[in-house]
């Protein structure tokens, strides 16, 4: 095909196809932002009932239009009992000796990795609650997860183990002790555990491309934080939170937006097409989120003086 998919240079090509990797980032986020959700709800009912409505409404709403569009409609992924896998979020964690079709349609092997660690967490910080033993729980889950995948691979693939959350754990990890640093003021601890937990991750095995991109995110979110960077505009501070609201709705929307791209700007100027898949991405996003998201998270949002 001409255009989008095959024009770009082979480094953009690269770089896009490390995009997967990028979802460390994401994962990292959660960890670093999940203490204080937990910190500020009441109860773990008000914890899980706040994930639960953010979460779960778009998410089946994203799952019934890939099954209509995909399985019904274009017949790119087939009719089969183990789309039932994806409504519990089982498709991470039912073992496989292949890397089957569900599990990886469309954003649906990172969402099981969100949901389990969002239910754990409140959990993990009854123990974790300072840089310290942030430091210590993300070195040694860094070091055992090498040893952790060996046994993984008597009964399941490389590819299913390398996404696993269980293999992936330390990621969210790195978000927390980034939010303790940070909160602590320990910058340069930080940076010195970050480089120790790199050296006995290597050593102990751990080569996998989401500790690399986690740890460096991770560096550079902490070496970032010591120059007390501060935006005060308000128009930068609008755009951010703006972004940061329509963020869920797009990751969600962004396969059928490849996929419209794919069969509408496909022949166009492989930079032009990459413009327009992110002007869509965004203004698609914005939609939902505007339409869709927002206003049902809110119908449902339990008033706290009720």
Same mark, same amino acid.
């Given at each position: 095909?001409?255009?989008?998919?095959?024009?770009?240079?082979?480094?953009?090509?690269?770089?896009?196809?490390?995009?997967?990797?990028? /979802?460390?980032?994401? &994962?990292?986020?959660?960890? $670093?932002?999940?203490?204080?959700? @937990?910190?500020?709800?009441?109860? !773990?009912? %008000?914890?899980?009932?706040?994930?639960?409505?953010?979460?779960?409404?778009?998410?089946?709403?994203?799952?019934?239009?890939?099954?209509?569009?995909?399985?019904?409609?274009?017949?790119?992924?087939?009719?089969?009992?183990?789309?039932?896998?994806?409504?519990?979020?089982?498709?991470?964690?039912?073992?496989?000796?292949?890397?089957?079709?569900?599990?990886?349609?469309?954003?649906?092997?990172?969402?099981?990795?969100?949901?389990?660690?969002?239910?754990?967490?409140?959990?993990?910080?009854?123990?974790?609650?300072?840089?310290?033993?942030?430091?210590?729980?993300?070195?040694?889950?860094?070091?055992?997860?090498?040893?952790?995948?060996?046994?993984?691979?008597?009964?399941?693939?490389?590819?299913? /183990?390398?996404?696993? &959350?269980?293999?992936?754990? $330390?990621?969210?990890?790195?978000? @927390?002790?980034?939010?303790?640093? !940070?909160? %602590?003021?320990?910058?340069?601890?930080?940076?010195?555990?970050?480089?120790?937990?790199?050296?006995?991750?290597?050593?102990?095995?751990?080569?996998?491309?989401?500790?690399?991109?986690?740890?460096?995110?991770?560096?550079?979110?902490?070496?970032?934080?010591?120059?007390?960077?501060?935006?005060?505009?308000?128009?930068?501070?609008?755009?951010?939170?703006?972004?940061?609201?329509?963020?869920?709705?797009?990751?969600?929307?962004?396969?059928?937006?490849?996929?419209?791209?794919?069969?509408?700007?496909?022949?166009?100027?492989?930079?032009?097409?990459?413009?327009?898949?992110?002007?869509?991405?965004?203004?698609?996003?914005?939609?939902?989120?505007?339409?869709?998201?927002?206003?049902?998270?809110?119908?449902?949002?339990?008033?706290?003086?009720?």
């Amino acid at each position: 095909m001409n255009g989008y998919l095959t024009q770009p240079p082979a480094a953009i090509n690269k770089l896009f196809s490390l995009g997967a990797y990028g /979802v460390a980032l994401y &994962f990292l986020i959660s960890g $670093y932002f999940s203490y204080a959700s @937990v910190k500020n709800s009441k109860s !773990i009912k %008000e914890y899980a009932y706040k994930k639960a409505i953010r979460i779960l409404p778009m998410y089946y709403l994203s799952l019934v239009c890939t099954f209509i569009l995909d399985a019904l409609i274009l017949k790119d992924l087939p009719i089969s009992w183990e789309w039932l896998y994806h409504i519990p979020f089982l498709n991470m964690f039912v073992p496989s000796q292949e890397w089957q079709w569900w599990n990886s349609v469309n954003f649906f092997w990172t969402m099981p990795a969100f949901v389990a660690w969002y239910i754990i967490s409140p959990f993990i910080f009854k123990y974790i609650n300072n840089a310290k033993k942030a430091t210590l729980v993300t070195m040694c889950t860094v070091c055992i997860t090498p040893f952790l995948k060996k046994w993984m691979y008597y009964f399941a693939s490389e590819q299913f /183990v390398n996404w696993n &959350f269980f293999c992936l754990l $330390y990621v969210f990890l790195f978000g @927390v002790l980034a939010c303790f640093v !940070i909160q %602590e003021s320990k910058k340069v601890y930080g940076i010195l555990s970050g480089v120790g937990i790199g050296i006995l991750g290597l050593i102990c095995g751990n080569k996998s491309g989401f500790f690399a991109f986690g740890l460096a995110f991770y560096l550079c979110i902490v070496a970032v934080s010591c120059f007390n960077i501060r935006f005060e505009s308000t128009r930068f501070k609008n755009t951010i939170k703006a972004l940061s609201n329509i963020t869920y709705s797009v990751y969600l929307s962004h396969y059928f937006i490849l996929k419209l791209c794919n069969r509408v700007i496909s022949n166009l100027y492989w930079p032009v097409a990459y413009i327009g898949f992110i002007v869509m991405a965004l203004g698609i996003g914005y939609v939902l989120w505007r339409f869709v998201e927002n206003p049902v998270a809110n119908f449902l949002r339990v008033n706290p003086q009720t």
